[in-house]
């Protein structure tokens, strides 16, 4: 419930009052801001040249280029680490440079470009390495490379390698010839949170623009950055919302023969594509491929010449991601298990050992559980003569900052403040799940899951105009949450349960000035139908199913959408959070705390 001009908002840029306040929730109160949130065009993107060590990087691939040299892109095995190298490796081929890339092993080689691939580029006869998505805390590797006469060109994302001596912080960063990394101390660039992918976008803007070449094939290249974007769950706002919104526009009129293959095969309707598909559809069968197989296979999708060898590839990646699912349910049930039937429970950082857990899905694992009980989760897995993993963390907990407490206890880490990647001997887990657990200031309070309901609307203020309205407001994501409405002290009418594996509820709602809305519900029915059980008995939730009078109260957050059938439209609420007026019970979310 913020406060604002919002009659000057409305008048200024033309839009309700409801949309003029879940602006303001977003903090965009300035004309500018507002402008530019509206409409996050091209020419809103920040000067590449404005970040560190860019106009250097350039000048030196382009004079590689120029003197023939051969050069290598190392990018990583995930999805911001295929995007970045196919952005760097698609243009430097149109720039008419000699180059290939080396995506590293998950399981052989680890994380990044480590030391058997800079000595295979020498080898190779290599003259200059470009890392992407990986590389700042490559420090004896990189010296490694400069030992044997290469040229490096560091483009990277991740945190900057640091030592903290009391109030002293001391910052590490490799002996490469230009680094290119926004999360430099002394980087001028305005807009720090970008990916990996969007890195090396920024740099072949910048060699565009040196070249004073036509920067269309660039532009084409944005449908990658933002599935890198939001795969690698970026905060969608200033630059990153730009690169999605702008790429899921292109991605609906696709030229790339892989990506149009993936998307046929997963049955994507083009018109409605959004952020959650490029985040929980494309990007995890391109993730498929550098978990269980090799990375290689999903650049390959997107490099695909022909549409019989892009089919072949999707069709690859879409059975690989299917194994990956199963094994990823296999493991995530015993972390549940391990969890529960000890005293970890108790613990505010989860440390959880898998032996026989593929270590590529760790971090899948990790996710879940933080999603599951809201605490910062840590997933470890046997691997050779060490243990690996991999941490997922909550907004209230910088795991990178709480690792480099523990760097005694550890063989190598990195990664950022919500996730990162680790390795340690067998015989410290213990001491690592102790360590993290006696530093760490969470707060119960920060364990409990928190709805921040945007504001408290009225069936009546619910139309299709309202739904066309908040579709300005996409891409949807991580830093810019779809708005959450809330309706209190609501009657049941009718309640029904239809689809194809009765997993879909259906009400027909009343609030309190009478007005009537349907409403989906898409979460776990069961729980739902014992929640009423609980406080009314079975006699009353029967009734709601078979349309009679009843006694239950419903408070609920949502979100307005048109429902589309037989060639009608009508509108519809999608539920999201379920409160009981009569109990404080909230089984689909947690707790809700207002």
């Known amino acids: 419930?913020?406060?604002?001009?919002?009659?000057?908002?409305?008048?200024?840029?033309?839009?309700?009052?409801?949309?003029?306040?879940?602006?303001?929730?977003?903090?965009?109160?300035?004309?500018?801001?507002?402008?530019?949130?509206?409409?996050?065009?091209?020419?809103?993107?920040?000067?590449p040249f404005l970040m560190k060590d860019m106009e250097k990087a350039c000048n030196i691939i382009l004079a590689k280029i120029k003197e023939k040299k051969k050069i290598r892109i190392v990018g990583d095995y995930d999805v911001d680490g295929i995007a970045s190298t196919y952005i760097l490796y698609k243009t430097l081929l149109d720039f008419g440079a000699e180059v290939d890339y080396e995506l590293p092993d998950r399981i052989k080689d680890g994380y990044g470009i480590n030391q058997n691939i800079i000595e295979a580029a020498?080898?190779?006869?290599?003259?200059?390495?470009?890392?992407?998505?990986?590389?700042?805390?490559?420090?004896?590797?990189?010296?490694?490379?400069?030992?044997?006469?290469?040229?490096?060109?560091?483009?990277?994302?991740?945190?900057?390698?640091?030592?903290?001596?009391?109030?002293?912080?001391?910052?590490?960063?490799?002996?490469?010839?230009?680094?290119?990394?926004?999360?430099?101390?002394?980087?001028?660039?305005?807009?720090?949170?970008?990916?990996?992918?969007?890195?090396?976008?920024?740099?072949?803007?910048?060699?565009?623009?040196?070249?004073?070449?036509?920067?269309?094939?660039?532009?084409?290249?944005?449908?990658?950055?933002?599935?890198?974007?939001?795969?690698d769950v970026m905060d969608l706002v200033d630059e990153n919302r730009i690169l999605v919104k702008n790429g899921i526009e292109q991605l609906r009129n696709t030229k790339n023969l892989g990506l149009k293959a993936l998307i046929e095969l997963t049955n994507i309707n083009l018109s409605k594509l959004t952020a959650y598909h490029l985040g929980f559809i494309i990007g995890p069968c391109l993730n498929a491929s550098g978990r269980l197989d090799t990375a290689k296979t999903g650049l390959r999708l997107l490099l695909a010449k022909t549409n019989e060898e892009a089919i072949q590839i999707a069709q690859e990646l879409k059975q690989l991601n299917d194994v990956r699912k199963d094994m990823t349910l296999e493991g995530l049930e015993e972390a549940i298990l391990v969890i529960e039937n000890s005293d970890r429970q108790l613990d505010k950082v989860l440390v959880v050992y898998l032996e026989n857990c593929h270590e590529s899905l760790a971090g899948i694992i990790a996710g879940r559980l933080r999603e599951r009980y809201n605490k910062p989760a840590i997933v470890l897995t046997k691997a050779d003569n060490e243990v690996k993993g991999s941490c997922r963390s909550i907004e209230q907990y910088n795991i990178y900052e709480e690792l480099t407490k523990c760097k005694d206890l550890l063989l190598k880490f990195g990664g950022h403040p919500m996730a990162a990647g680790l390795a340690l001997e067998y015989d410290k887990i213990e001491s690592?799940?102790?360590?993290?657990?006696?530093?760490?200031?969470?707060?119960?309070?920060?364990?409990?899951?928190?709805?921040?309901?945007?504001?408290?609307?009225?069936?009546?203020?619910?139309?299709?105009?309202?739904?066309?309205?908040?579709?300005?407001?996409?891409?949807?994501?991580?830093?810019?949450?779809?708005?959450?409405?809330?309706?209190?002290?609501?009657?049941?009418?009718?309640?029904?349960?239809?689809?194809?594996?009765?997993?879909?509820?259906?009400?027909?709602?009343?609030?309190?000035?009478?007005?009537?809305?349907?409403?989906?519900?898409?979460?776990?029915?069961?729980?739902?139908?014992?929640?009423?059980?609980?406080?009314?008995?079975?006699?009353?939730?029967?009734?709601?199913?078979?349309?009679?009078?009843?006694?239950?109260?419903?408070?609920?957050?949502?979100?307005p959408s048109i429902n589309e059938y037989g060639g009608k439209r009508s509108m519809q609420i999608i539920i999201q959070n379920y409160q009981v007026a009569t109990l404080n019970c909230l089984l689909s979310q947690g707790t809700i705390s207002v």
């Open 1 to 47: 419930n913020k406060k604002a001009d919002f009659q000057a908002i409305m008048k200024k840029h033309k839009v309700s009052e409801v949309l003029a306040r879940l602006l303001v929730n977003r903090n965009h109160e300035k004309v500018e801001e507002i402008e530019t949130y509206l409409n996050p065009q091209f020419r809103y993107l920040h000067n």
């Open 432 to 559: 690592l799940r102790t360590a993290l657990n006696q530093n760490t200031e969470l707060s119960d309070d920060d364990l409990i899951p928190k709805i921040v309901i945007d504001i408290a609307l009225p069936f009546g203020y619910v139309t299709e105009e309202l739904v066309m309205e908040l579709e300005c407001l996409e891409p949807f994501g991580k830093g810019n949450q779809k708005p959450v409405f809330a309706e209190r002290n609501l009657t049941i009418r009718k309640a029904s349960i239809f689809g194809r594996n009765a997993n879909v509820l259906k009400l027909l709602l009343v609030n309190e000035y009478g007005r009537i809305m349907d409403a989906v519900y898409f979460g776990n029915i069961d729980d739902f139908q014992q929640c009423l059980i609980d406080s009314y008995g079975q006699e009353e939730v029967d009734k709601i199913f078979q349309n009679r009078d009843n006694s239950i109260r419903l408070s609920v957050t949502y979100y």
């Open 122 to 231: 020498y080898q190779d006869g290599i003259d200059t390495i470009v890392t992407c998505d990986n590389g700042i805390s490559a420090l004896e590797q990189i010296k490694v490379a400069k030992s044997l006469g290469l040229t490096v060109i560091i483009t990277d994302h991740h945190d900057i390698p640091f030592v903290r001596e009391g109030d002293k912080i001391e910052y590490s960063i490799p002996i490469a010839d230009a680094v290119v990394n926004p999360k430099q101390a002394d980087c001028n660039y305005p807009w720090k949170n970008l990916c990996g992918a969007a890195v090396a976008y920024k740099l072949i803007l910048a060699l565009y623009e040196l070249s004073n070449r036509d920067k269309q094939a660039a532009y084409d290249l944005m449908e990658i950055v933002a599935i890198a974007t939001v795969c």
